[in-house]
């Protein structure tokens, strides 16, 4: 499986950023998806997840500012950013992981930096 982030960059706080995952090398149904970031000094955090079945769920600090889906006939996952702040700065990861084995698969993470 190959994850290939996209969008990222510099944004200013009240600003918004879409990032994009493209998938390849298997089945894009059967994977869960989700999207990570590691904050300078910080471990990496769960942001949002959605299911193969389509069920999203978010973490508390980014709840009703970023939303996450997925084009099945794409093979690709968004997660589209607003409200931004300054501790959203990180290096965001896409993140696979397989519904029905344990199996999980990253990419290589693109920078959001959000500063005036």
């Known amino acids: 499986v190959q994850l290939v982030e996209s969008g990222g960059g510099l944004v200013q706080p009240g600003g918004s950023l879409t990032l994009s995952c493209e998938f390849s090398g298997s089945i894009f149904g059967n994977f869960d998806m989700g999207w990570y970031r590691r904050r300078p000094g910080k471990e990496r955090d769960l942001v949002a997840q959605?299911?193969?079945?389509?069920?999203?769920h978010y973490a508390d600090f980014v709840k009703g500012r970023f939303t996450i889906s997925r084009d099945d006939a794409k093979n690709t996952v968004t997660l589209e950013m607003s409200n931004l702040k300054a501790e959203d700065t990180a290096i965001y990861y896409c993140?696979?992981?397989?519904?029905?084995?344990?199996?999980?698969?990253w990419g290589q993470g693109t920078q959001v930096t959000v500063s005036s």
């Open positions: 993140n696979a992981d397989n519904a029905y084995v344990v199996r999980q698969f």
């Open positions: 959605i299911s193969h079945n389509g069920n999203a």
